[in-house]
C-alpha cells in the first residue's frame, strides 16, 4: 500500500534508472580497498550507511559558500541557510507524506527525538499509574527513554513479548491494553531481524483504546515506503544518517493538532516568542520543540539525501534490495554451519545470523581481513536477545541500495574462511 | 591489518581447550565481570590459602580471545601469593591497555596476546578475566552471589566500578 502510495505522489517525474554500478560511484568511500586491494563491502547499513558526493558536497557548499546562522540573519546568507533548512523540512515532510512541513519537528537523530517524545508526552499526559507499551523489538533508544519516565511520572511499562519465531502477536497487545495504556512504542523495521510487523493493524488497535503511538523508523526511512496519513501514527521518528545523509540530524513527525498541545522541550533561543526576566511564552509549532541553533549543514544535507533516494523508482529501489537480500539469505541459509535468525515476514534490508561454535565478535573480526565490514552484538536490543536467546548476540549483514550480490559472494568466502581458522 | 595476527594458534587452542574451565567447589574467593555491551561473562573462582592462590578456575562464556586470555591468566596466576598475582594482573593488564607501557616479567605464552593490542575494539575481551581476578581478590566467595550488580565500569563494561574505590570516576583503565 504504502509504497504504491509513495511512487503515485511522484508521478510525473522521469526516474533515475537504478543501475547499482552507477550508484556504487555516487558514494566515493566504496572505493576504497585495503592493501589487498579488496573495495569495501559495507554491510552495517542498519549502524549507518555510507553517504552519496551530493550529500558530502551539500555539507561543504554550506560550509564554504553561505555558513549562516537560521531564522536570524538579514544579510542574503542567513536567508539562503533558512530557506535551505526549511526545504528539508518540506522535503521530509512529503517524502513521509504528512499534511505540511510544521509536522517536522528536527532533533539531532532519531534516539534525541524518542527522548523528546517521551519528555514532552511524558510532561502533557502521563499520570502516575499510567502504563505505557513497548515491545520486545525494540531499540534500547526506544526503551529507555520511557522507562526514565517511569521514575519521573510513576507511569509502568509492560513489554509485548515476542513470539519464538520472532512475531509480535496481536492477541498479546490486546490483553496488554488497558484503560490506563496512555502509549505504544514500536519500531517500524526491527534492526536485527529484520522484521515489519503489521504497523497498520497495531496502530488501529491502539486507537481504539485512545492509546497514542509513537513509530520508530529510525531504520524503515531508507527501506520501506512510509505514509503517516495512511499508517495513522500519532508521532514517527527517523535519523538522517540511515538513509544517506550526515549525522547529527533526525527528525519526529507529529499530527498537528498533538504537537500544538504539547509543551517544549528544551529552552533556548527559537523556541519561545516573547521573554521576560522570570517567564517566557514558548514559539508555534515547529520551533516550540527546536531550541538552539540547530546542526543547519546535517539537516541541509539530510534534504540532499532525500533528494537522492527519490530520484529513483522507489518500487525499483526495494526490489533490487530485496533481490540481494533474498540471495544473501539463500547463500547463508545454504552452509551448514550457519543458523539464520528467525524472521517471521520476508526479510528487510537486515540478515542475522549465528555461526556453529563461533563467536560473532570473532566472526566480525575475521571477516576484516576481506575488507568486510558486519556487525557483531547485541546490536542495541538486549531484550530481543535474551527472549530469543542469543546470550552472545548475533551477527549481522545489513544492506543498503548500493550492495550487490557480489557483495554477498565475498561474505561467503570471509565466512567460508573464518570458519577455517578456527577448525586448525 | 590482517586479523590472524590476533588469532594466533597458542589462542585458538586454549580457546578449543580452556585450562582450569570450571567452578571451584570450595572457592574462597570469586567475582563475576561482564560485558554488556558484547555479552561476554566470566566468574573467577580463587581458593586462597596461606595468603596464596592455591587454585584459580573460570566459569562463563565469550570469544575466542576473552576464554583464550582467561585460560592463560589461570596457568599464570596460579600457585602465586595473592599480592604477587595482584600485582602480576595489573602489569598484565596495563600491558594490554596500553601499547606504550612496559612488557610485564617472564611473558611467556602470554605473548599470544600481542597481537589483540593492534585491535582496541578487542582488548576489552582480553582484559575482562583480569579484571574479574583483580575484584575476586576483594570478594569472599560467600558475598558475591549478588556480584552482578556492581560488575561493570561504564566506559566498558570490563570489571567493576566499585572496586573499593581503586577505579575512581567510572575509569577501570580500559583504555576507553
Not at chain 1, 538486549?382 to 548476540?393: A, D, E, S, T, V
Not at chain 2, 566500578?161 to 583503565?173: A, E, F
Request: proline share 4%.
Amino acid at each position: 500500500m504504502g509504497r504504491v502510495a509513495a511512487t503515485a505522489g511522484n508521478k510525473g517525474y522521469l526516474k533515475r534508472p537504478l543501475e547499482v554500478s552507477s550508484i556504487r560511484n555516487d558514494f566515493p568511500s566504496l572505493s576504497h580497498c585495503n592493501s589487498n586491494g579488496q573495495s569495501i563491502v559495507w554491510l552495517d547499513n542498519s549502524a549507518t550507511t555510507q553517504k552519496p558526493r551530493c550529500v558530502i558536497n551539500a555539507l561543504t557548499d554550506f560550509y564554504t559558500n553561505y555558513n549562516a546562522n537560521v531564522h536570524r540573519g538579514y544579510y542574503e546568507w542567513g536567508q539562503r541557510a533558512t530557506e535551505a533548512y526549511e526545504g528539508t523540512r518540506k522535503r521530509l515532510a512529503d517524502f513521509i507524506h504528512a499534511d505540511a512541513a510544521e509536522e517536522i519537528i528536527f532533533t539531532r537523530g532519531a534516539t534525541e527525538a524518542l527522548n523528546a517524545l517521551a519528555e514532552i508526552i511524558g510532561q502533557r499526559y502521563f499520570q502516575p499509574g499510567d502504563e505505557v507499551i513497548v515491545t520486545e523489538l525494540e531499540h534500547h533508544s526506544n526503551q529507555i527513554p520511557w522507562q526514565m519516565q517511569q521514575t519521573k511520572r510513576g507511569i509502568r511499562i509492560k513489554g509485548w513479548r515476542l513470539e519464538e519465531d520472532g512475531r509480535l502477536d496481536l492477541s498479546r497487545l490486546e490483553e496488554l491494553l488497558t484503560p490506563k495504556t496512555k502509549l505504544l512504542a514500536f519500531s517500524h523495521l526491527s534492526n536485527v531481524l529484520g522484521f515489519i510487523p503489521p504497523v497498520k493493524d497495531i496502530i488501529r488497535r491502539a486507537h481504539t483504546n485512545g492509546t497514542l503511538v509513537v513509530v520508530d523508523a529510525a531504520q524503515a526511512l531508507a527501506h520501506v515506503a512510509i505514509d503517516v496519513k495512511d499508517l495513522d501514527c500519532d508521532f514517527l521518528v527517523g535519523s538522517a544518517h540511515k538513509a544517506y545523509g550526515p549525522t547529527g540530524a533526525g527528525f519526529f513527525y507529529g499530527k498537528r493538532k498533538l504537537l500544538e498541545i504539547l509543551p517544549p522541550y528544551h529552552g533556548g533561543g527559537t523556541m519561545m516568542e516573547t521573554v521576560e526576566i522570570d517567564r517566557f511564552t514558548p514559539a508555534e509549532v515547529p520551533f516550540r520543540f527546536e531550541a538552539g541553533t540547530p546542526p543547519i549543514a546535517d539537516i541541509i544535507g539530510f534534504g540532499v539525501a532525500i533528494d537522492y533516494l527519490r530520484q529513483f523508482d522507489w518500487e525499483a529501489l526495494s526490489k533490487h534490495e530485496e533481490d540481494v537480500v533474498q540471495y544473501a539469505e539463500n547463500a547463508l541459509s545454504s552452509l551448514s554451519y550457519i543458523h539464520l535468525a528467525p524472521c517471521p515476514t520476508r526479510r528487510t534490508a537486515v540478515v542475522s545470523f549465528l555461526v556453529d561454535g563461533l563467536h560473532p565478535h570473532d566472526i566480525a573480526s575475521l571477516v576484516c581481513d576481506e575488507n568486510i565490514a558486519l556487525r557483531a552484538g547485541f546490536h542495541c536490543c538486549q531484550p530481543l536477545m535474551k527472549r530469543l536467546r542469543y546470550p552472545n548476540g548475533l551477527v549481522r549483514a545489513s544492506f543498503g541500495l548500493y550492495n550487490t550480490r557480489e557483495d554477498v559472494d565475498r561474505l561467503v568466502v570471509a565466512l567460508e574462511r573464518a570458519v577455517e581458522v578456527f577448525k586448525k | 591489518m590482517n586479523s590472524l595476527e590476533m588469532y594466533r594458534d597458542v589462542l585458538l587452542a586454549h580457546n578449543e581447550q580452556p585450562h582450569h574451565f570450571y567452578a571451584l567447589l570450595k572457592p574462597t574467593h570469586a567475582a563475576h565481570g561482564h560485558n554488556p555491551l558484547c555479552g561476554d561473562e566470566i566468574t573467577v573462582h580463587l581458593r586462597i590459602e596461606d595468603d596464596r592462590i592455591q587454585e584459580i578456575s573460570f566459569t562463563g562464556q565469550g570469544c575466542a580471545i576473552c576464554k583464550a586470555s582467561a585460560s592463560l591468566m589461570t596457568l599464570r596466576l596460579e600457585g602465586q601469593t595473592a599480592a604477587d598475582a595482584e600485582k602480576d594482573a595489573r602489569g598484565v593488564l596495563a600491558w594490554l591497555n596500553d601499547a606504550t607501557a612496559t612488557q610485564p616479567d617472564n611473558l611467556g605464552e602470554l605473548e599470544a596476546l600481542l597481537g589483540v593490542r593492534k585491535f582496541p575494539m578487542r582488548v576489552k575481551c582480553a582484559t575482562l578475566a583480569w579484571h574479574a581476578f583483580l575484584k575476586a581478590l576483594t570478594r569472599p566467595a560467600t558475598s558475591d552471589t549478588d556480584n552482578r550488580n556492581s560488575a561493570s565500569c561504564g566506559c566498558c563494561g570490563n570489571g567493576s566500578s566499585s572496586d573499593n574505590g581503586k577505579y575512581t570516576n567510572g575509569s577501570c583503565r580500559c583504555g576507553s
